[in-house]
């Protein structure tokens, strides 16, 4: 259990293309490790969204072991490569889910039963965050390419956090005015938008705040205005300190 004893979840809106040659852990990924309270954090990481893509393991195990981080992970393409998938998630202090398809990812989760068990896991205290799907997949519902280039709605979320959810906020010109037009006409409930560079954290099921690795990037909370618009509030951020 993370050591203040709340359940956390960091929700990263996304890294930006600059994080694709940058060898060094995240920010945002080093604030989860850190909420674990563990000194030397045991992390299990996956890319279900993108098919258990192999290079995006290597990278995460050379990025977290930099950090004094103890990594693992969990893949399902073709077959798990453990045999309890239980057992490993519900021995580590945090869970990183990376990006993809989050539709997929849900899907597959579901089929193999681990919906279930990533409720266990936050329901004892383990961490879990994630990027873009990786972060979605946690809320009711959201914004998604997963069906096709234009954005639709994701509504099959695990739903651990009753409320939407949209990352790239600012960083895809689409994203905004999706995420805005369907929670206006209320096919998505209110929620909370994430630029790049941002990640909104919640201890429980309530906001604690968003956290930012620069300057210049926030998080949004948007909600129906009543009258068949939006009501879009940036919110206050906490930059974090290079590591």
Request: charged fraction near 15%.
């Amino acid at each position: 259990m993370a050591a203040d004893g709340q359940r956390h979840i960091l929700a990263i809106g996304g890294f930006g293309p600059a994080r694709q040659q940058d060898l060094r852990l995240p920010a945002l990924i080093g604030h989860a490790l850190e909420l674990s309270g563990a000194s030397k954090p045991r992390v299990c990481v996956l890319n279900t969204a993108a098919g258990d893509e192999p290079t995006a393991y290597v990278r995460m195990y050379s990025m977290l072991a930099q950090h004094g981080a103890r990594p693992s992970h969990l893949q399902l393409f073709s077959m798990p490569n453990v045999a309890d998938p239980a057992d490993l998630l519900l021995s580590q202090d945090v869970i990183f889910v990376g990006g993809g398809s989050v539709a997929n990812l849900v899907a597959v989760w579901r089929v193999h039963g681990l919906d279930e068990v990533f409720r266990q896991a936050w329901e004892a205290g383990i961490v879990l965050t994630g990027v873009s799907a990786g972060a979605l997949c946690w809320f009711v519902s959201g914004t998604t390419d997963s069906f096709g280039m234009e954005l639709r709605p994701f509504t099959a979320g695990l739903g651990f956090l009753p409320s939407s959810y949209c990352p790239h906020y600012s960083a895809e010109p689409t994203r905004r005015p999706a995420y805005q037009a369907l929670v206006a006409d209320g096919t998505l409930p209110a929620g909370i938008a994430c630029d790049d560079g941002t990640a909104a954290h919640f201890a429980g099921t309530e906001l604690a705040g968003i956290v930012a690795d620069k300057p210049g990037v926030t998080g949004y909370q948007v909600r129906p205005d009543g009258s068949g618009g939006i009501h879009e509030e940036p919110l206050e951020v906490a930059t974090l300190l290079p590591g």
